[in-house]
């Protein structure tokens, strides 16, 4: 089984990460426990409001793509989490049977002047409505980080 270390992020190079179609029970679920505004829990309303329909909160947006980030990157890596990062946007509503399309692109990388065995890797994650990269409705730009063969070596 190979590990993603820090030496195997390209910066420039964008990571495929799968796609999902939004289930609505799962989306309203989410709505209800973590973000109750109107939009996001009441058909009514949400068809009265500037989204015009029941859309997903953009954390639960933000949640789809991490499971994508996990499964696709993480499993199975170095990492060793995330500082956090300078942008989360949500340009434009997502709604139930929506199918989002996740990437990762990577931005930059340095290895860490204090820590020689611990990179850091800026990425910007998406999620595109049907893949098209027109229709992105979340973008986040953070920093990973990611052991170097050099330190992933010494703990196996």
């Keep these: 089984m190979s590990t993603r270390s820090y030496e195997d992020f390209v910066v420039g190079e964008t990571l495929a990460l799968g796609s999902t179609v939004v289930d609505h029970d799962e989306m309203l679920a989410f709505a209800h426990r973590f973000d109750p505004q109107p939009f996001h829990t009441d058909p009514v309303a949400a068809k009265n409001s500037l989204l015009g329909g029941l ?16 499964d696709g990157v993480l499993a199975g890596s170095t990492s060793q989490g995330s500082p956090g990062g300078r942008e989360i946007a949500w340009p434009r509503p997502v709604f139930a049977g929506d199918e989002l399309h996740f990437t990762a692109d990577v931005l930059s990388a340095r290895v860490s ?15 595109l409505r ?8 979340l973008r986040l730009t953070f920093i990973g980080l990611f052991s170097t063969r050099d330190d992933s070596a010494m703990r196996h």
């Design 130 to 137: 049907g893949g098209d990269p027109a229709d992105e409705v």
């Design 55 to 70: 859309c997903a909160s953009g954390w639960f947006t933000a949640s789809l793509w991490m499971r994508a980030w996990a």
């Design 113 to 127: 002047a204090k820590r020689p065995t611990l990179g850091l890797i800026e990425m910007t994650g998406r999620a």
